[in-house]
């Protein structure tokens, strides 16, 4: 079965700064998603970023981009220039090709300091 | 832009009682799911809808559960003899197609006493 790990339970920035939130996972399969979710007190789950697995390019979203190391199995989220607004907590999830459900770790709780 | 709609935003119930999570995916979406996340705790897969009939369930998704597109616009979520621990948001989303990003509604908060 597939797992996603995020081992760090909370992060705090500076605005303005730049923070990098850690995900590793693992499988077997060769074909696969990779997404930050966020989530914000509202608690409503809004994608922040997706990567294909196929793509050796990272994936970029504005002040969003990703490390993605398909041989370590990592996928960090690195969030430049930080605004308040992007407090919430963090998820990443896995979606394999074959079955198309999200596998999420278990979060991150990001807090901006102004 | 269109959106997941999910009714209602809070529900309080008696435990052994059953209750129906509605939803209502993006009109053109083909793909819909239910996930579940309980205070605290990461989200998790409850069920996976595609043609009318069940993808794939979870260990979680047993038989006091039942999904439904009754109308070809509502999807629903029905929980029949609700125990303490089923106490969780519950999320439903959506996709036109499989692999690409999953639209969330915002949430059904469900409280059993």
């Known amino acids: 079965a597939q797992t996603v790990t995020q081992s760090q339970p909370e992060m705090s920035v500076q605005e303005a700064e730049t923070v990098t939130l850690s995900c590793t996972y693992d499988t077997s399969e060769s074909d696969y998603y990779l997404f930050w979710y966020k989530q914000p007190p509202s608690r409503q789950m809004i994608l922040v970023i997706r990567q294909e697995a196929y793509k050796q390019q990272n994936a970029t979203e504005n002040r969003f981009s990703v490390n993605f190391q398909k041989a370590a199995k990592s996928f960090s989220l690195k969030i430049s220039d930080s605004q308040l607004g992007d407090a919430a907590m963090y998820f990443c999830a896995y979606d394999t090709g074959a079955n198309s459900k999200l596998t999420f770790g278990k979060g991150i709780t990001l807090s901006v300091r102004p | 832009e269109p959106e997941v709609t999910q009714t209602p935003s809070h529900q309080v119930t008696q435990m052994g009682q059953e209750v129906i999570l509605r939803c209502v995916p993006i009109s053109n979406h083909l793909y819909f799911y239910w996930y579940r996340q309980i205070l605290g705790q990461k989200v998790e897969f409850l069920v996976s809808f595609y043609n009318n009939e069940i993808s794939e369930k979870s260990e979680i998704f047993d038989d006091q559960f039942s999904v439904e597109r009754p109308d070809g616009s509502n999807f629903t979520l029905k929980i029949r003899s609700t125990k303490l621990e089923d106490s969780a948001m519950y999320f439903c989303?959506?996709?036109?197609?499989?692999?690409?990003?999953?639209?969330f509604g915002p949430g059904t908060r469900l409280t059993v006493l």
């Open positions: 989303a959506s996709t036109w197609t499989r692999n690409n990003e999953q639209f």
